[in-house]
């Protein structure tokens, strides 16, 4: 294992998937402290949810799945963080960062969220998002985790014992010789981590240039940009573009689709218009008609010739209407748990190919099926890989959050790994 990552978020820890596999690495993304045996791949991403946990319990689970990294021999570790530096006044960036530096016995390293592609770019130590700075973003208002400063540099010293510095944009400009020599200035002055500045891909890739040698990388999935080239050129990375090759997989396929986003709805009407689907009615479910066992009923006279969608997704007035009959809350379970049961009806009937759409619906089936590792595969639509389950049976997931992928996506999905 090349590089050995966590992640403080799941979809967090998908995006970094993917641009390291795009990068050129073979990758997989573990979900929550792995146990398993390492996987053959030139990363792992392990995913947590510990971005806005109890700093101690962040800490406690971090050290776990840095432990499991470095036993699978990990040359080089990565922490990764919201692009917008999401944390508290009391962490968790720092308390992470501070622990993992503690137990690699080592006393410098970088922390940069910037991610100019989309719009998250560092000058001078403030982070801006799109025109405006972080405090000034949508971020002020966010419920767990409000961005009321935008200087990264005094947010991270709230967050840590250690001296926090800036490498300046001049520096980063001039290339990675330039910034390697301000890291040793730093180092030498105290300074245990540096935030960098970076408003262009051009500066991640000095960036990532510059931290060849560093045990811990900190920041957003834009500083892995860099990180690939450094492993290629010491040849230890194979060619980029087989990196997201993934086995044949031989069976049956479905769709389950539980959002309601706007792009899911006109998603799941483009299919209706030549494939047959069946709709979960929360309303149903509610009076507790066994609607799980008719859509199976349904999908097995199918199966054996085409492929099936099975969906909760309904237009804002059906959806208001269920959810003012049941609650929000009791609604949404209600469709998850039937979804996460047609999933497991599904494979056990034969499927082996499955796309699923919706964020917190793509927990649950993950959740139902026992997935604990996903192998990135090919893109389908910018942000939605294939990926392969580790286990048996290996299943190709697409698994879509709301908002994403053209009208033609499921069709679109299930034909290139056909
Ligand atoms: P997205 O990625 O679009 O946000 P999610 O799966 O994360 O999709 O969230 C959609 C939520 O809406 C889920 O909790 C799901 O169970 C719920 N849901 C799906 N269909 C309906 C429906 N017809 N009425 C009410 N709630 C629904």
Known sequence: MLLGTIADDYTGATDLANMLVRGGMRTVQLLGVPRESAPDADAV????????????????????????????QARQLFFKYCSTFDSTERGNIGPVADALMSALGTDFTIACPAFPENGRTIFRGHLFVGDVLLSESGMKDHPLTPMTDANLVRVLQRQTARRVGLVRHDTVAAGDAAIRARFDALREEGTGIAIVDAVSDADLHAIGAACADLPLVTGGSGVAIGLPDNFRERGLLGAPERAAELPA???????????????????????????????IDP???AEGEPVAVHAIQWAEKRLPRE??????????????????RLGVERAGLLV???IAEVARELVALGVRRLVVAGGETSGAVVQALGVTGLRIGPQIDPGVPWTMSLGEPPLLLALKSGNFGAPDFFPRALETVS
């Open 336 to 338: 998850e748990t039937c």
């Open 307 to 324: 492929p099936v969608l099975i969906y909760a997704t309904a237009g804002p007035a059906q959806v208001k209407a269920a959810q003012a």
């Open 249 to 279: 997989v031989a069976g049956r396929a479905a769709v389950l689709s539980g959002s309601c986003s706007a792009a899911t709805n006109g998603q799941v009407a483009e299919w209706l218009k030549s494939r047959p689907g069946f709709q």
């Open 283 to 285: 309303l149903r479910l």
């Open 45 to 72: 991403v392990v995913a947590l949810k510990s971005r806005t946990i109890a700093p101690h319990d962040a800490v406690a689970q971090s050290l776990a799945a840095l432990e499991w990294l470095r036993k699978a």
